[in-house]
């Protein structure tokens, strides 16, 4: 199975800000990488799946791109309601499914 | 309106079971793949297990392997979490998952539940 290193930990960012998180895999994932976004108290939401595609009804401000290894989720102009906890997973050929560690976006 | 209702946690101790459910509706439940995945507190997300639309198979993370059990009922569009011989680590809000793709596990979690809160300890 495909381990999963997600970075930052935490970011902090300005409105407006464009923001990057990457996660890199273990092994050669090809683009078998999700985006959830977690905000407090509340059950994750799926934004980004195959790496790269846009979940219906998700703003076009946020992005994803990479393939294998290397994975970026992308932010273009950061607003005050994007706070929260964004999380990539794989889900590279079968189970089990790993998630990565975790960013939590705060304002600056 | 697509809903994945959690119910079944609470306090149990350290050695005990508990038997989660989570009811669905507003989608074709038979056809699609459904899991498990849980956040202890403060922690990030933990796939725990899954199970194809038609129960034929079953998928388990190494830290529940011979303790946990998944199941389902199509016909109650219903998903089940069987946990045995429970462990302090075993603590966290479990979510009910639909897999985005019809059929068989795929590993694409696109609607999730509320979450029910199990808490073990003596």
């Known amino acids: 199975e495909s381990q999963m290193t997600q970075s930052p930990s935490s970011l902090s960012a300005s409105v407006g800000d464009r923001v990057s998180i990457t996660c890199q895999a273990s092994q050669d994932i090809g683009n078998y990488l999700n985006w959830y976004q977690q905000k407090p108290g509340k059950a994750p939401k799926l934004l980004i799946f195959?790496?790269?595609n846009l979940e219906t009804g998700v703003s076009s401000r946020f992005s994803g791109s990479g393939f294998g290894t290397d994975f970026t989720f992308t932010i273009s102009s950061l607003q005050p309601e994007d706070i929260a906890t964004y999380y990539c997973?794989?889900?590279?050929?079968?189970?089990?499914?790993?998630f990565g560690q975790g960013t939590k976006l705060e304002i600056k | 309106q697509v809903q994945l209702v959690e119910s079944g946690g609470g306090v149990v101790q350290p050695g005990g079971s508990l038997r989660l459910s989570c009811v669905v509706s507003g989608f074709n439940f038979g056809i699609y793949a459904v899991h498990w995945v849980r956040q202890a507190p403060g922690k990030g997300l933990e796939w725990v297990a899954g199970i194809p639309h038609d129960g034929s198979n079953k998928y388990y993370a190494g830290s529940v392997t011979g303790r946990f059990t998944i199941s389902r009922d199509n016909p109650r569009n219903t998903l089940y979490l069987q946990m045995n011989s429970l462990r302090t680590d075993d603590t966290a809000v479990y979510y009910c998952v639909r897999d985005r793709n019809f059929g068989w596990i795929f590993g694409t979690f696109d609607i999730w539940g509320q979450g029910t809160m199990v808490t073990v300890s003596s």
């Open positions: 195959d790496a790269s």
């Open positions: 997973q794989q889900y590279d050929n079968s189970p089990p499914y790993i």
